[in-house]
């Protein structure tokens, strides 16, 4: 039930996805392949272009890194939680998505249900949502004409969908603030092109000078994704809400 909102926004975008891809002249072959093996939402927005201009693998591998760099800091504020995972850890890096790391650090644990399978059948459902979405818009990509103009804003209106939520659900808003003014600076100073190092690197640093203030004086596990008693503390929305500028 927790992944039924990630389902139908990874529906719609997904389709959104396939229906573009078909429109470039690939089949639905290329969107369960790239659904499957890659499972990035904007990356493969981006992929589209990259792969339709012919851009070489160096510049591929460039902007691949520059548009999921914030994974970085995802997959550090998830150490604690996926350490004991085993044998799912693999999985769940690989499937670590915006949408599925809301989920998880804002997780309800089934009574009774482990731990580590719910993390894994989350990250699960929530691909199996992305190839279905693909699949279906390459499907109807080839049977029907669309202007696909404006088709890849779907990704940026599921952010603030997820944002607003969190928003509205979280007790501190001080992450949340700091990641948005952060990366609205960073974006006036640095410019779109390269904006986005500087902001994590600024709201990590400004997260750990003011993590006493956040955490009210709790005492945290590790400085690593203020992990504190395994949950995820509203500092990691701060990274989220980035993300949501990002986009």
Not at 100 to 107: F, G, I, N, P, R
Not at 131 to 136: D, N
Request: proline share 2%; net charge negative.
């Amino acid at each position: 039930m927790q992944t039924l909102p990630i389902m139908a926004g990874y529906l719609v975008l997904g389709m959104g996805f396939g229906i573009l891809l078909y429109d470039h002249g690939y089949s639905v072959l290329w969107a369960i392949l790239m659904s499957i093996t890659i499972y990035a939402g904007s990356m493969q927005y981006v992929a589209i272009d990259l792969i339709s201009s012919g851009a070489s693998i160096l510049t591929t591998l460039l902007m691949t890194l520059m548009v999921n760099a914030r994974h970085l800091f995802y997959g550090i504020s998830m150490v604690d939680k996926y350490k004991d995972t085993k044998p799912y850890k693999p999985y769940l890096i690989y499937a670590l998505t915006d949408e599925t790391y809301s989920l998880v650090c804002d997780a309800h644990i089934p009574e009774g249900m482990d731990i580590n399978k719910y993390y894994f059948l989350v990250s699960l459902f929530d691909q199996c949502y992305w190839v279905i979405g693909s699949v279906l818009g390459s499907l109807i990509g080839s049977a029907f004409s669309f202007d696909t103009t404006g088709v890849d804003f779907s990704m940026t209106a599921l952010f603030v969908v997820i944002f607003v939520e969190q928003w509205e659900s979280a007790d501190n808003h001080i992450p949340a603030s700091i990641g948005i003014l952060v990366s609205v600076i960073c974006l006036i100073v640095f410019g779109a092109d390269s904006f986005l190092i500087p902001t994590m690197i600024i709201i990590t640093i400004v997260l750990f000078l003011l993590k006493n203030r956040i955490l009210g004086g709790k005492k945290y596990d590790s400085f690593i994704g203020f992990s504190y008693h395994n949950e995820c503390y509203d500092n990691d929305f701060a990274l989220f809400s980035f993300s949501c500028v990002l986009k």
